[in-house]
């Protein structure tokens, strides 16, 4: 894969914010494919001209058939400032997603409890009292409703307040409304022979403090990918 390939906004001697294609590891898997943090190293190894391996470092994640915006560190100093945010609750993190069918309200919080499956890599909504049972909340909007040929489907922001495993993708299907293209969550593509390397979910804007200079940074991206492009062949 040419370094061409992957959208960077923006780059110092702290950070790189760039956007992560659906379909590619945030980090190094079983499949051995190429991730971003591999791919970032191999960029900046490039680029400066360097001998040795350069640092990387990811401080939060995308699911894999998630693409949008993503920062990473370039030195231990600002992964461990970019960590607090994230633990602090300062950084924020909005998604634009396609649901399979609606939610509650136009505008609503969603709050559940869920507890992480090792062994499926999947994740579940149990009640609160379950042993390893996490909080998590995220708030939506939902932006327009479109009747199609395949359904009833929702185009929806979301502002991620916790960041559990899967958690947008577990939270929206235990409502009935799935992110498109979901083989993990949505009954509706759970049993489809196809094979999906992207779903109706994608990272559109990040914000944060900058490591070093504290600056406020705010990064977005419109989202792309099939079931985006599925709403505007609606005219959506």
């Not at 790189?16 to 590619?24: A, E, R, T």
Request: aromatic share 8%; hydrophobic share 35%; net charge negative.
């Amino acid at each position: 894969m040419s370094v061409n390939n992957i959208k960077i906004l923006y780059e110092d001697s702290d950070i790189i914010v760039c956007i992560k294609p659906q379909g590619m590891p945030s980090q190094s898997d079983k499949t051995r494919d190429l991730d971003m943090v591999n791919y970032l190293k191999n960029y900046v190894y490039e680029k400066d001209e360097m001998e040795e391996e350069p640092y990387i470092a990811i401080v939060h994640r995308l699911d894999r058939p998630v693409g949008g915006v993503m920062v990473f560190a370039r030195n231990q100093k600002a992964a461990a400032n970019l960590s607090d945010q994230i633990q602090d609750g300062e950084m924020e993190k909005d998604y634009q997603a396609v649901l399979t069918g609606t939610l509650p309200d136009e505008e609503g919080v969603l709050n559940d409890y869920l507890v992480k499956d090792g062994k499926t890599n999947t994740s579940k909504v149990v009640k609160k009292e379950q042993k390893g049972a996490k909080r998590a909340e995220l708030r939506y909007e939902v932006l327009d409703i479109l009747e199609t040929e395949e359904g009833t489907l929702s185009y929806v922001l979301i502002e991620l307040i916790t960041g559990r495993h899967h958690q947008i993708r577990v939270q929206t299907a235990s409502r009935g409304a799935g992110i498109w293209g979901d083989t993990k969550y949505n009954e509706r593509f759970k049993k489809t022979k196809r094979v999906y390397r992207q779903i109706g979910l994608f990272a559109s804007r990040i914000a944060f403090k900058h490591p070093t200079t504290k600056e406020r940074m705010v990064f977005k991206e419109e989202p792309f990918g099939e079931a985006f492009e599925l709403l505007d062949a609606e005219d959506f």
